[in-house]
């Protein structure tokens, strides 16, 4: 037998390629899937911003979007499996490594291994939601949520540092987020040589202006739960919707809740474009 049907391209998959396209495959899915519920969360918030939002403008409110819909209970799947997919596929970069020369690198693992415990805590939610959980973890109320955390942990030994410095580290994350948006550092896990010129101003549209207001919500979401800490008062802290609708309540009224609104539907769109175009 020709040796070069067994090792050519035409021959069977080694085991190594065959995990990697499943890799690729749950990363890519997993992707498209946030775009999905970011896509809902932004057009949701656009909705209250114009005073018509009768629904959160969370993650619970977007399945409950979603499962109202013909086939909603099979798109709900549908995400439920996507976002395990995210998780396993951060979980892999955890334990073998990212791509790219530092991808193997202690900080590096550590970031995956974090993102993969969120993407699992969104998925399992999800899942729980897509089961008829309604009122479970992915149906509530994200606001609510955030309070009965915080007043959790307000009550413990030294909890106002707790989540003093929690709300620290998300605000830090926001700018984080934000300006390594502006400064288009996405780029680096683009396919940017398989893009049309064109592609890749729209592109960069949707990764900046996305990633930039994703960012701006973050660093709220931040100052909310250390101005909780400070008061002790755990109502002061607030979910993705109270933070959203925080926006309306600015001298800039609600146009300034319309571009943080518009953003996350860039950012959902801006996943898509991940899902097609990342490298894993």
Excluded: N
């Excluded at 509530?140 to 955030?146: E, H, I, L």
């Excluded at 739960?225 to 008062?233: H, N, T």
């Amino acid at each position: 037998m020709d040796v070069s049907t067994l090792t050519g391209r035409g021959g069977p998959r080694t085991g190594r390629e065959a995990t990697g396209a499943a890799t690729e495959g749950a990363a890519r899915a997993g992707l498209g899937a946030r775009g999905v519920i970011y896509l809902l969360v932004g057009v949701l918030a656009l909705q209250i911003a114009f005073g018509d939002g009768h629904r959160q403008a969370d993650r619970g409110g977007a399945l409950a979007e979603i499962a109202e819909k013909p086939f909603g209970s099979v798109v709900l799947w549908a995400l439920a499996v996507g976002l395990v997919g995210m998780a396993l596929w951060r979980l892999s970069e955890a334990v073998l490594g990212a791509p790219g020369p530092d991808g193997r690198k202690a900080r590096k693992r550590l970031a995956s291994a974090g993102r993969a415990v969120f993407y699992g805590f969104v998925a399992s939610s999800v899942l729980l939601f897509a089961a008829g959980s309604r009122g479970g973890r992915g149906g509530g109320s994200g606001d609510k949520q955030s309070k009965d955390m915080t007043a959790e942990v307000l009550r413990m030994p030294g909890g106002q540092w707790i989540v003093g410095l929690a709300g620290v580290g998300i605000a830090a994350a926001g700018v984080w987020i934000g300006v390594r948006a502006v400064m288009r550092k996405y780029h680096d896990k683009l396919k940017l040589g398989q893009m049309s010129r064109r592609t890749r101003r729209a592109v960069d549209v949707t990764g900046v202006g996305g990633g930039a207001a994703r960012g701006l919500v973050f660093a709220a979401a931040g100052v909310f739960a250390v101005r909780a800490a400070v008061a002790y008062e755990p109502d002061k802290a607030k979910g993705l919707d109270d933070t959203l609708r925080s926006f309306a309540h600015t001298p800039a009224g609600p146009w300034l809740l319309v571009c943080v609104a518009a953003g996350f539907v860039l950012f959902g769109l801006f996943s898509f474009a991940m899902a097609r175009w990342r490298r894993v």
